[in-house]
């Protein structure tokens, strides 16, 4: 049953969209929390470094001058202005997350991890996910049973201008002991009885304007189909490569990035290490 097909390819595509949409938020919250953690450490880090400027600038023993302390509040006021904005963030993740998991708002989602990491991935060839997104994305196989099920209703059409042939046959059968058996011919005796006959004939409802009409709407909401085939195969593949092409440049930038958050600590621990001695 094709139109059962097409239902089926629509309720796939929209688990497809809820499960991708589920993922994109669990990893966004991860993200947050990682980030929250990480700007909780760098608060801790400057305030403590700020308060103790501040006690040597208040002994006035000159090892900490103004312009240090200044230096020193307004990268904390930096600081927990993103603080904020992380805690903000966590919790609107964490919202999300619980939308789009059918959760009632307020409700507790604990992460299977405390911080993202990123995931080793063997990413194959492009060819292949290209292929294999035409075998398993709802959307395309709803549209190819949409396609065969139109395809089958011109196919109906097109059998209206033919005769339908109708054949059928009767048997009745009766015997009663208890009741004599009339042999004559024109006797009706439907008590002790034998007979049956057959029929056969032809069913034409010759409409050619109106059948004529409807052939031409069901081939015109085919074609239709026809015509959006090689749109959405392009419009696949052009997502698996966009999709394909990110996910090969976030592999090899990830040695960059950890590159990178390795430097920034250490130059953050050295700036706190040196407004700390003065």
């Not at 929390?33 to 700020?50: N, S, Y």
């Not at 065969?148 to 196919?155: C, G, I």
């Not at 189909?225 to 990110?246: D, S, T």
């Amino acid at each position: 049953n094709w139109g059962v097909d097409v239902a089926e390819g629509e309720v796939k595509q929209k688990q497809e969209e809820i499960g991708f949409e589920v993922k994109r938020m669990y990893y966004s919250a991860l993200l947050a929390r990682t980030l929250l953690d990480l700007i909780e450490g760098v608060h801790k880090d400057v305030a403590e470094a700020e308060s103790k400027a501040s006690e040597e600038y208040q002994k006035g023993t000159g090892k900490v001058t103004r312009a240090d302390l200044g230096k020193l509040q307004v990268a904390l006021a930096e600081v927990e202005k993103y603080h904020h904005a992380a805690i903000r963030g966590t919790a609107l993740a964490g919202a999300a997350l619980r939308f789009y998991m059918g959760l009632p708002n307020g409700t507790t989602v604990a992460l299977a991890s405390d911080r993202i990491e990123p995931e080793s991935v063997n990413l194959k060839s492009l060819e292949e996910y290209q292929a294999l997104a035409l075998t398993r994305r709802g959307e395309w196989r709803q549209l190819r049973s949409g396609l065969r099920a139109r395809q089958k209703l011109v196919e109906a059409r097109r059998s209206e201008f033919l005769p339908v042939l109708v054949a059928g046959g009767r048997v009745e059968y009766g015997y009663a002991p208890r009741i004599e058996n009339q042999t004559s011919l024109f006797a009706n005796d439907p008590f002790n009885d034998l007979r049956g006959g057959a029929g056969i004939g032809l069913k034409w409802g010759f409409q050619p304007g109106s059948t004529r009409g409807k052939l031409a709407q069901e081939e015109g909401e085919r074609r239709k189909l026809v015509e959006k085939e090689p749109f959405a195969r392009e419009g696949i593949q052009m997502q698996v490569a966009k999709a394909w092409e990110e996910a090969k440049e976030t592999r090899d930038n990830v040695d960059s990035f950890r590159r990178g958050m390795k430097a920034a600590k250490a130059w953050l621990g050295s700036m706190v290490l040196g407004h700390s001695v003065g």
